[in-house]
């Protein structure tokens, strides 16, 4: 119970940004920002302060002159903004995002490195660890590479670019938690003493006639030992997940490096590769939920 109940503590980490990259969020995000630009808003109050004035004081030539000179200000910076800057306004939405996903992606890497090396002293842990270790070197170098051609295929400011950039951060992300889970996957049971456990329940499986008491003792005995397989189990199985990840980023990286560059890149070829990203995204988040909801 204390097991479980330190592990389900754990585990209740912040939730990610919900940092969207698609063409509809990000349209709907530099709309917001262009109407709520001060450029539009105070140019609009004032027009609308003019109307204001002629429904209260009658159509006066103040008024007037507010009500139209205001709101065509600020129907013309509206329109200036989304419709001239639109693409300007959406490379430095892109660019804000990336910061953002940068920073969420440095938080989750933070001491995991060392965190895992600190568990190699587990008894059974040693060639998970090692694996994992290397786990996290590899989608560092993968991803840090799958950008560097992406930045080479394709301009940085652009919709596709940062389509493409957070589906495959979102992978990146993906793996780091996986290997946060085997972290506490050890933590959790970093208090069983196996060869207490071994010798204990192997001495009592030598008895021909069991007390009530032995019997019992057996039982708490090999759940303890069911308790440490499972984590160890767990974490064989997020170690697959991260390299079927990990080879989906090598994978898409050897795709966009394979496409011509400007206009003429393959648009189709560079969707199926984003579609690869995101399905195997979304699969390791089902694991992910799928484990948490197991704990709880």
């Not at 652009?158 to 938690?177: C, H, M, P, Y």
Request: aromatic share 6%.
């Amino acid at each position: 119970m204390a097991i479980t109940l330190r592990k389900k503590q754990a585990r209740a980490s912040p939730a990610p940004m919900n940092i969207d990259f698609s063409e509809g969020a990000v349209n709907k995000a530099i709309l917001k920002k262009t109407v709520t630009s001060p450029t539009t808003m105070y140019p609009l109050a004032i027009g609308a302060l003019g109307v204001f004035g002629c429904v209260l004081f009658g159509p006066a030539v103040p008024f007037l002159l507010a009500a139209i000179a205001g709101g065509a200000v600020g129907v013309g910076a509206w329109v200036v903004n989304f419709f001239i800057r639109g693409d300007a306004l959406t490379s430095e939405h892109i660019s804000d995002l990336r910061k953002l996903m940068a920073a969420e992606s440095e938080q989750r890497r933070l001491h995991l490195r060392v965190e895992l090396a600190d568990c190699a002293d587990i008894v059974g842990a040693n060639e998970i660890i090692e694996q994992a270790i290397s786990q996290f070197d590899n989608v560092t170098n993968s991803f840090n590479g799958l950008c560097d051609i992406l930045e080479q295929k394709l301009n940085a400011g652009e919709l596709t670019f940062g389509r493409f950039f957070g589906s495959a951060n979102s992978v990146a992300l993906s793996i780091f938690d996986n290997l946060r889970g085997i972290v506490i996957n050890f933590e959790s049971i970093r208090s069983i003493d196996v060869d207490f456990l071994e010798r204990k329940i192997s001495q009592l499986k030598r008895k021909k006639i069991f007390t009530d008491l032995e019997t019992a003792e057996l039982k708490t005995l090999e759940e303890r030992s069911a308790i440490r397989e499972r984590e160890l189990n767990e974490s064989r199985e997020l170690l697959v997940k991260n390299e079927e990840a990990i080879t989906v980023l090598e994978k898409s990286t050897a795709q966009i490096g394979d496409m011509k560059t400007g206009a003429t890149y393959s648009s189709v070829d560079l969707e199926t590769a984003m579609n690869d990203l995101k399905e195997i995204a979304g699969r390791s988040n089902k694991y992910d939920s799928r484990n948490r909801q197991t704990q709880q």
